[in-house]
């Protein structure tokens, strides 16, 4: 025994040495030794760690955000980098250390341990990076990847199951390398990467972690992993009932956010029909989510029309087992006639959904259409995912789901296809999306008129989508002579199809500059086109929150229907509006906007009686966001920016031929207003009503003494110049094969606005 005992000893005191040196790194890691970090790369990349937490819904805390605003700021670089750390340091799960040999060791970090069942929580992994490691940082764990249980384990009677393996792999963890963060490290000494853990199951579970940087770079002595104990809290699943303003049961969208300000179900882990981008889910009366004990502010509403209402909800383990929620309309235009619609949302593509099999379906787009209380939703198949989401097309026939006052209907939006360069495309109301000829969509026109042209043979309606891109000016003025550098995909080869009658219908407005997008229409308007404007959002590519933030608002006759939405567009009798203001019932001497081919013949000048049915809402206290918020920056249509000062006013305003002619103040409280207006004219023009950047009507054209709208010299002048500027940047990318026809058709637009020009007043 004693010759055992003394053999053992050497074994005892490496064994009791490995461990005091094991103690020592950890402590040392901990310490967070003061390090030579360059503050502004190291700031850069926390800005996009910050943008990472909040786009997914697990923000810092406001208070944590300015601290790391303030350091950000502050002149001394080591200073700031380590009141940064301090920070972000307290939701660090683990710190990997990598040595000036590559070799990876682990420590624990200070986060608490907090996970929730059938839930995503991301963590941070401090890194310090003493051999400037480029390669991509991994972890590994004996504890990630779900083992399927089936949920009847008797109907299946030969099925065995590993439950140790069961109970082991309880957990998904993986590095969370979503943009606008990369897998790969920088090379910075120290930074922060993003861990995501979820867990199937409730209660204390362990996890064995191991993080590097590639094969051989993990150290010896296991200091490369790490055990840490989870607490894990249960969700329950609660029913929500959901009614409307008229007592019906409906859906509608729902932000449900913790204490902490996290979102729930969590964004990191969702999957259609609720989408990762988005903070709200949206439910209909008896559907359910899912929630862990805790206190929760919820946010609910059903789109620009209702009152958005929030109200405070604690969950424990007892209950409560259902919720009750009664939206509240500020207004609903289909009491007056006219009926809402979305004519530019994507089922694919974009930064969301670029794979083919990532598109969703036409059951997950009508989710969205309902919950913001949309009677249309135009989803437009594209360049991304065609192939797949081509089997979705029914010609004329709406999709299936649609309801008694919401239509689905699947048309499509030439993007991405040869003639992209040219504008983008919206055609509505087709009967086919086969262009003649063509196998591939790499087939197609590679310049615009040949597509308008064929989806005008079928009785489609079409127009030009997200109209501001390539027509970017840097006045505020509207409208204005500056010739824009049409180098965009929106309304830039307008200027030569307008020339051709019974071509395109409508320029889209909602979704870029509203300077930008109104301009060219108001000139084409000024030498005597007669286009029309259609609401967009193209969700979600340039809106990702919601459908329906750009809307146009239809009134017709006869049966609620795609056709006689459309033909509604084309005709006019319609008003584009962020759903926030609304211009209803718009006459000139009692002829309404759309109807009599939107015109009124005046004997000889004089007044003109204008009418229109206006409400407006918001909020009492100002959007600080939106004060001096430049036109060029997100949200681009946005009551906010018609507030007049500190007050709830807006102003409604009465435009000739592109100019304010006359103007009144209304409080956006939600009231629904008659308004009048005495006009003099003294020639034949163009009329329209607007609040700027909210809504606009379709224009009323008034001939006066039965003279036509005379052109304007200005207009004229730069209608020309805008189709040499559009030659110059769009002919390159025309194929050698289409090149004469186009070239004809420019000449022709050229011809056109010179016969405009002699024709034209001075005025």
Known sequence: MKLKAFLLLPALALTFLWGATLKAQTANANAAPALDVPLQPFAEQIQRLQALLKFYGQPLSPQEEEQIRAASAGRDSQSSVEKIENVLDRHVVAIVSISPESRVDVTRGAAPTNLV?????????KVINQAGVTAPLAVESPNSGRVYVPSNLSAEPAHTLDWADVRRRWADISMFNKPPLSGWLSGLTLEY????????????RAAKLSFNVGQGTQD??????????FQIAPTRSIKLHVFDADGRPTMASFTFKDSMGRIYPDQAKRLAPDFFFQPQVYRADG??????????????TGGPEYIMETRKV????????????????????EKYGWYSGDDHIHPAGCAHYQNPTEGVSPADMERQVLGEHLNVGATLIWGPCWYYQSHFFQGRKDQAISTRNSILHYDMEVSGFPSSHAGHLVLLNLKSIQYPGAERIEDWPTWDLPVLRWAKSQGAVVGYAHSGFGLQVETKSLPNYVIPPFDGIGANEYIVDVTYPNTVDFISAGNTPYVWELNI??????????????GETDFPCIYDGRVGTGRTYVKFSGPFTYDNYTKSVKNGEAYVSDGRSHLMDFKVNGTEVGTHDSQVNLPAAGKVQVQLTTAAYLPIKPDPAMQDLPYTKQPYWDLERARIGATRKVPVEVIVDGEPVAKQEIVADGTVRKLNFDIPLSKSSWMA?????SSHTDPIFILVGGKPIRPLRRSAEWCLRGVEQCWKQKSPLISARELPAAKAAYSHARAVYQELIKESSDE
Request: hydrophobic share 40%; proline share 5%; charged share 20%.
């Open 117 to 125: 069942q059938d839930s995503v929580r991301l963590f941070l992994v």
């Open 193 to 204: 990467k993003v861990l995501a853990i979820s867990s199937r199951d409730s209660g204390q």
């Open 220 to 229: 010896v002595g296991f200091l490369d992993d790490v055990s840490i104990l």
């Open 287 to 300: 559907e359910s989510i899912k929630l862990p004990p805790g206190s929760y502010t919820v946010t609910y």
């Open 314 to 333: 604690g969950v424990t383990r007892a209950g409560p087992k259902e919720l009750t929620f009664h939206l509240k309309r500020w207004i609903d235009p």
């Open 521 to 534: 229409w108001y000139q084409t308007l000024n030498v005597g086109f007669r286009t029309r404007l259609s």
């Open 689 to 693: 009503v607007r609040i700027l950047a």
